[in-house]
């Protein structure tokens, strides 16, 4: 078969840019394939989707995977086996977006087995390939026969100095106050994720309506490509039909609305609600089968759970919308109850406990040295990151039984939420590695904001100075077209039954980081605006509650906490600091019982010195002090004598050696140097000159020793007594002034 003539087309980003897409050359095997070149960056997405779904598959198995190659930047992974391993955390957080943009629009019922791909292939220094994987995605869907509501794409909106940038490469993106990435189709925006530096509520609304605008022109340009690519594109593969079984849809409703309503409006707990609702499900059944007999039980007994969940979804949707009464009896805008505890953990380094409901997050911190900083390896970058955040949920937390598989890509993208939150506060001049741990060990909505909370307090409980409190909310919205009920703080169920839910992370100046799912189509950013300041409203009200625990910061760490001091040194003691090999800083450990760092920075040494004990830190710091010491002229300092000369004596000082003349001893001659000084006498001297080309001090210590008094006879036949020096010109101009007046 020969060269595929692929289809192409392009578009323009708002900085002049060209984005190339096309199609047909790459990968025609799959059911959809893409590439999108911006410069050198090229990325390549592919699709494929099972003819026919599995038997009984009860949920949606898409599976979206993006990687970056190391080929791409022209790097050998630098793990053990050489290749491309697992997703890293960061390709996770990108596929996570990805998967959110495009799963809401693949028709309701469409349980095929489907899988994306999304893969760097070239880069190029200082781009961020990142915001176009979604735009890639999208256009293998677009260009596919799998039926999908697309197009969307994704783009990144930082603003700088005021001004929005779409999709800014990673040195203007590191300048932005405000950076987030909004994905969207022609009409609706449908998904918001990113940070800022406590922004306003319209500060954010208005960068995602200049997002939404550059994306519009992204889904027209696949829209024309897909033209060109003709039947394949645009005719969709043909939906299995579902029947609707009317009669067991009636038997549902008739047996079990009352039923449901009882437990909605009772405001229960989750465990009761749960039991509730399960009982009136094992009611339905044995009505079912003693109502119509086991050959219709049989036959159709499997559709009775999604009917029961399809009613039980309508009628509390209703319900909130009708009255404004929520499952567990709270306003719209009600925070659940909530407490906190600090210093829970006493081996810790900071702990605290963030109740709030059912939610409860255990949070730990521990300070680390420089060496404890996580490398970060991705094909466009290593670097060490020295704030880290890890959040953990296990199955028990929700009554469950799971296997222990390690952190899921949900415990990832809850992780990074979180962890970007607190980032915004945290001080630029802290010597510590820093970790913390969020332990859910209850859960019923939002347990990522609970971990925002624990954190901020675990910080303060641990001394880290962090200006003030951060905290979070996870909010939830449900509309039938007309109403529109904004629900403050949502249960588990009420994120399952909404039509948007979000999260906003913020302190009492602004917002700090969000996270928004947007599942409701022509959403207006009035309403948007509205329900971002009603979360305002309920981020403050927990900002409060965290205040009544701790306010500010602890003014020291914790007693058993390691302690950093920081040191500042000129870059040419590096080597004598670090010693061949490495020799000297292990020996000052080993003598000090510490732990040393040192890097250069900005043409400076800096030095890392950690221990618990402080007279340990302080004895390193003086050993340092005395390699990297330099002496200044004028300055005076105790010397050893090492060695004597005819012409005069070396001597130690401070770490130095220098030459102490013969001329410089005393006031008086030295006939021989040894009747003043043998090896080992201690002097003080001080430092007279050092020398511009060998950088050989001078030393003195007549210049410390009183001038001796010297007596003459005046003109009137009576001694007098002077000093060499100063003493000795005020005499000479005293005599010159007496031979002038007498001349």
Not at 38 to 61: C, D, H, R, Y
Not at 103 to 129: C, H, K, V, W
Not at 631 to 637: K, L, N, T
Request: charged letters at 30%.
């Amino acid at each position: 078969m020969g060269k595929q003539i692929p289809f192409s087309t392009s578009f323009h980003l708002p900085d002049g840019r060209e984005v190339f897409l096309e199609t047909g050359k790459l990968a025609t095997q799959a059911h959809g394939s893409a590439v999108v070149r911006v410069g050198k960056t090229m990325l390549i997405a592919t699709v494929v989707s099972n003819k026919e779904a599995k038997e009984g598959q009860p949920w949606f198995p898409l599976s979206v995977d993006y990687q970056e190659k190391y080929a791409s930047v022209g790097r050998i992974p630098g793990n053990f086996f050489r290749r491309e391993a697992r997703l890293s955390d960061y390709e996770i957080l990108i596929s996570r977006l990805v998967d959110r943009a495009v799963r809401p629009l693949f028709p309701e019922g469409y349980m095929n087995d489907t899988q994306i791909i999304i893969n760097l292939i070239s880069s190029e220094d200082n781009a961020n390939p990142d915001a176009l994987a979604a735009l890639a995605a999208s256009t293998a869907l677009s260009v596919s026969d799998i039926p999908w509501a697309g197009p969307i794409s994704e783009v990144r909106v930082a603003r700088v100095d005021g001004e929005f940038v779409i999709n800014p490469n990673r040195d203007v993106q590191q300048n932005a106050d405000l950076d987030i990435i909004v994905a969207a189709t022609m009409d609706n925006v449908m998904m918001v994720e990113g940070e800022a530096k406590e922004v306003s509520e319209q500060d954010l609304v208005a960068a995602i309506k200049v997002g939404h605008e550059a994306i519009k022109t992204q889904c027209k340009a696949q829209l024309d490509l897909a033209a060109q690519v003709g039947e394949k594109a645009t005719v969709k593969r043909p939906l299995p039909e579902v029947e609707v079984n009317a009669e067991l849809q009636n038997f549902v409703a008739q047996h079990a609305s009352e039923k449901i309503m009882k437990v909605a409006e009772g405001a229960l707990d989750k465990i009761t609600r749960k039991e509730g609702f399960e009982e009136i499900k094992a009611q339905l059944e044995e009505q079912l089968l003693e109502s119509k007999g086991e050959e219709f039980f049989e036959e159709n007994g499997p559709l009775l759970g999604e009917y029961f969940e399809k009613l039980k979804k309508e009628l509390i949707r209703k319900m909130v919308l009708d009255s404004g009464k929520r499952l567990d009896g709270r306003r719209l805008d009600e925070v659940r109850p909530i407490w906190t505890e600090i210093d829970y953990l006493p081996s810790a380094h900071g702990s605290a406990i963030f109740n709030r409901g059912e939610t409860q997050s255990l949070t730990s911190l521990t300070l680390g040295t420089k060496k404890d900083e996580a490398l970060i390896d991705t094909a466009l970058d290593i670097s060490y990151e020295d704030f880290i955040l890890h959040y953990n949920f296990p199955a028990f937390s929700v009554g469950e039984v799971k296997p222990m598989r390690g952190p899921g890509r949900r415990e990832v993208g809850h992780a990074n939420l979180a962890g970007r939150s607190l980032r915004q506060v945290m001080p630029t001049d802290l010597p510590y590695t820093i970790r913390l741990v969020s332990d859910i060990l209850e859960s019923n909505g939002s347990s990522s904001m609970a971990t925002v909370c624990a954190g901020s307090l675990a910080l303060m409980d641990g001394g880290i100075q962090i200006p003030y409190h951060v905290s979070g909310i996870a909010m939830g919205m449900i509309s039938d077209g007309e109403r529109i009920a904004i629900l403050t703080d949502i249960l588990g169920d009420e994120d399952a039954l909404g039509d948007m839910d979000f999260k906003v992370t913020g302190t009492q100046k602004g917002i700090v980081g969000c996270q928004m799912d947007i599942k409701i189509d022509g959403l207006p950013y009035e309403q948007l605006e509205k329900a971002l300041l009603q979360a305002k409203e309920g981020r403050i009200h927990i900002l409060n509650e965290m205040n009544k625990t701790i306010e500010q910061p602890r003014p020291d760490l914790k007693p058993h906490a390691p302690r950093v001091l920081e040191m500042i040194i000129d870059k040419s003691f590096i080597g004598a600091v670090i010693g061949p090999g490495g020799k000297i800083i292990q020996d000052i450990q080993e003598k000090t019982n510490t732990i040393i760092s040192i890097e250069e920075v900005d043409d400076k040494g800096v030095v890392n010195i950690s221990s618990s004990d402080k007279e340990s830190i302080e004895k390193a710091r003086g050993i340092i002090d005395s390699i990297t010491f330099t002496p200044s002229v004028g300055d005076v300092y105790d010397a050893v004598v090492k060695t004597v000369m005819p012409y005069g004596v070396f001597v130690d000082f401070k770490n130095k050696s220098g030459l102490l003349h013969v001329s410089e001893i005393s006031h008086s001659r030295i006939e021989k140097v040894e009747d003043v000084f043998k090896e080992g006498d201690e002097v003080k001297v001080k430092l007279i000159g050092i020398d511009p080309k060998s950088g050989k001090f001078r030393l003195s210590r007549k210049a410390l020793i009183p001038k001796p008094e010297r007596h003459h006879k005046d003109r009137d036949g009576n001694e007098r007594g002077h000093r060499d020096g100063n003493d000795r010109r005020h005499r000479d101009g005293d005599d010159r002034r007496h031979h002038k007046k007498h001349s």
